[in-house]
């Protein structure tokens, strides 16, 4: 813009910040000690986070069941199938 206002927002001010994490916790100043190896190997062995470690673990199991197509309600009419359906 002609008037120097290019590059400057006006959103508010900032409300959504009450949503964001608090990045001084102790799950956070940790993770900016480590490097993406060290928070992989305390992930896998620690379980640390446990609330994400607990998905992680759930969507391994998932991972080993064969796929079998795509849906979005659970029941396959093959529109997506890979393979055919056993019925």
């Known amino acids: 813009m002609a008037d120097g206002t290019e ?3 006006t959103h508010g001010d ?7 994490p608090d ?3 102790p799950r956070f100043t940790t993770m900016q ?3 993406a190896h060290e928070y ?10 446990p609330w994400l470690h607990a998905l992680y ?8 069941e ?3 197509g795509v849906t979005n309600d659970g029941e396959l ?6 393979f055919p359906l056993d019925s």
């Open 7 to 9: 590059g400057t927002h």
């Open 77 to 82: 009419d093959c529109l997506f199938c890979i």
């Open 23 to 25: 990045l001084s916790i």
């Open 14 to 20: 900032g409300e959504y910040r009450q949503y964001l």
């Open 33 to 35: 000690k480590q490097d």
């Open 40 to 49: 992989a190997n305390e992930f896998i062995q620690g379980g640390n986070p």
């Open 57 to 64: 673990l759930h969507w391994r199991n998932l991972f080993q």
């Open 66 to 68: 064969p796929f079998k």
